[in-house]
Nanobody, 125 residues
Framework: QVQLVESGGGLVQAGGSLRLSCAAS????????MGWFRQPPGKERDFVGYISSLGGSTYYADSVKGRFAISRDRAKNTVYLQMNSLKPEDTAVYYCAAKKGISSRYYRRDEYDYWGQGTQVTVSS
C-alpha cells in the first residue's frame, strides 16, 4: 500500500510560482509512474501532468504546458510540480497519484492506483 502526501500549496499572486511536493511511502517508489491532477471548485478533477517511473518521460495538459514542470527525486521518494506564471484559473486542489506499469492513458483518473489527500492552491488576481 502506497501512501502519498502532498505539500507546498498556498496563496500566491498571479504571475507567481509555487512548488508542490508529493512524498511517497509504503511501496517501491521507482516502479510507479506519477501523475498530478487538479480539481477547481465545483468542477471535475482534471489531468495536469505525468512523469514516468524512471523520470524519462513527462506529459502535460495543454493548459499548463510551458509553465509547469514535473520532476522526481528517487532518493527522497518525492515527486515535484513546479508551477510558474500562475494564473487565477490555476486555483484548485492539487492531487498527486501513483500508478504501476506503462499506459498511454496516463491522463485518465481511473488509471491510477493511489491518491494523496490534496493541497489547495489559490492564485489571486
Amino acid at each position: 500500500q502506497v501512501q502519498l502526501v502532498e505539500s507546498g500549496g498556498g496563496l500566491v499572486q498571479a504571475g507567481g510560482s509555487l512548488r508542490l511536493s508529493c512524498a511517497a511511502s509504503g511501496g517501491t517508489f521507482s516502479i510507479y509512474a506519477m501523475g498530478w491532477f487538479r480539481q477547481p471548485p465545483g468542477k471535475e478533477r482534471d489531468f495536469v501532468g505525468y512523469i514516468s517511473s524512471l523520470g524519462g518521460s513527462t506529459y502535460y495538459a495543454d493548459s499548463v504546458k510551458g509553465r509547469f514542470a514535473i520532476s522526481r527525486d528517487r532518493a527522497k521518494n518525492t515527486v515535484y510540480l513546479q508551477m510558474n506564471s500562475l494564473k487565477p484559473e490555476d486555483t484548485a486542489v492539487y492531487y498527486c497519484a501513483a500508478k504501476k506499469g506503462i499506459s498511454s492513458r496516463y491522463y485518465r483518473r481511473d488509471e491510477y492506483d493511489y491518491w494523496g489527500q490534496g493541497t489547495q492552491v489559490t492564485v489571486s488576481s
